[in-house]
């Protein structure tokens, strides 16, 4: 995507995904837990999967590597917010006795997904173009965030 777009190589795509791992961990590091102790993970998911759709759009269509990046600071930010927020309510919302053996199937779908979305990603940036994993991807997190909000009176 960054060589067609913005003709850089693999040092300036290594630099952006660099950037958005310095703040996800900086995030899932110390600063969710003062957020969740705050706010609570019911109220973060959603906070989390807005700036992720609005920023993977925004990314899709960023017109210079300064937009850019700045979207790529709102996906870091959505995922250094949503990861752990949602592996919270999943340990939180299980029995004690399931706990471990919902926990192993929250990790083995993110693992799927994991294996699942790049070559999906790949098939769209062919047939449909550069920016369509990025619009798929804002849409399905967008469906997400309806979710979420639809269910913060129940989990909470």
């Known amino acids: 995507f960054v060589l ?7 040092r300036g795509a290594g630099a952006f995904l660099a950037g958005m791992g310095v703040v ?29 759709a609005v920023s993977m759009a925004g990314a899709a269509f960023a017109p210079d590597p300064y937009v850019f990046a700045l979207c790529l600071l709102g996906v870091a930010i959505g995922m250094g917010i949503a990861n752990p927020s949602l592996s919270s309510l ?9 706990r471990g ?10 693992s799927l997904a994991r294996v699942v979305g790049p070559p999906v990603a790949g098939l769209l940036f ?18 997400g965030f309806a979710v979420a909000l639809a269910s913060r009176k129940r989990l909470a």
């Open 126 to 143: 062919d047939r449909l173009g550069p920016g369509s994993p990025l619009l798929v991807s804002s849409a399905l997190v967008a469906g």
């Open 90 to 98: 999943a340990s939180k919302g299980a029995a004690p006795g399931r």
């Open 101 to 110: 053996s919902v926990m192993g199937i929250y990790q083995s779908a993110g």
């Open 24 to 52: 996800s961990a900086a995030l899932q590091g110390g600063l969710i837990g003062r957020l969740a102790k705050k706010f609570g993970e019911v109220q973060l998911v959603p906070l989390a999967f807005a700036f992720l």
């Open 4 to 10: 067609g777009r913005f003709g850089f190589e693999a």
